[in-house]
């Protein structure tokens, strides 16, 4: 990429939706939001970042790692890199096959997200919010405000390294989670299943009516008038 072309994309990167979803799960910590409305907020944290910025992050990996290892000058981020590699259990392409449904390298991730308690929950998800990607993706955005310059551009491509790495470093964090945004709508799709069945079997006439009589005494209620 040429400077220009570079900042261009970085731009795009710095503004992707995860920052917006990041800014309104933090406001849900700080209203001490119930599990059901802060696990909304986390989903759609979890989609931004996963479906987009990760997975256009990804495909730059490479190419970022051999400027670090080729330069004297980032010792301190490939120090970073070096203890990532040294815990990472999954390449890129098994991450990615893990966000889009596919099966992971493994070992798969020993903590479900859903089976975590109201406070682990919490815990989790205020650990997410407060990842250094989003203190190192304020210095990009200063950056970026900044007229355009060869110096600026040589403090551009330091602190998006800064940035790439954290983005790793969260990356070998969630590699211990087990979480699927449409965990809650295949249990929907579940039920529907099961309603439409029921009503199947009614109308083929494997299950037989019962009056509401027959259920009132059964229940050991006293029929209702207003319904009998």
Request: hydrophobic share 40%.
């Amino acid at each position: 990429m040429t400077p220009a072309q570079f900042r261009d994309w970085l731009r795009l990167i710095v503004n992707e939706s995860l920052f917006t979803d990041r800014d309104k799960l933090t406001a849900l910590l700080a209203q001490n939001a119930d599990r059901e409305t802060l696990a909304e907020g986390f989903r759609e944290f979890f989609e931004s970042y996963s479906y987009d910025l990760a997975f256009e992050l990804d495909a730059q990996e490479a190419c970022v790692l051999k400027v670090l290892e080729g330069s004297e000058e980032f010792g301190h981020l490939k120090q970073r890199v070096a203890a990532i590699e040294a815990e990472r259990k999954t390449l890129p392409i098994g991450r990615q096959m893990r966000r889009f449904g596919g099966t992971p390298n493994k070992p798969v991730p020993t903590i479900k997200v859903a089976d975590l308690s109201d406070n682990d929950f919490l815990a989790l998800t205020e650990t997410l919010v407060n990842s250094e990607l989003f203190a190192s993706r304020e210095q990009v955005v200063k950056l970026i405000k900044e007229p355009a310059s060869r110096v600026n551009h040589v403090q551009l491509q330091s602190a998006f390294y800064e940035f790439f790495v954290c983005h790793l470093e969260l990356e070998q964090f969630l590699e211990s989670y087990e979480y699927d945004p449409d965990e809650r709508l295949d249990i929907s799709l579940k039920v529907a299943e099961e309603v439409n069945r029921s009503v199947a079997d009614y109308e083929s006439g494997k299950v037989k009516r019962r009056s509401l009589e027959e259920v009132a005494e059964e229940l050991g209620v006293e029929p209702d008038p207003l319904y009998f």
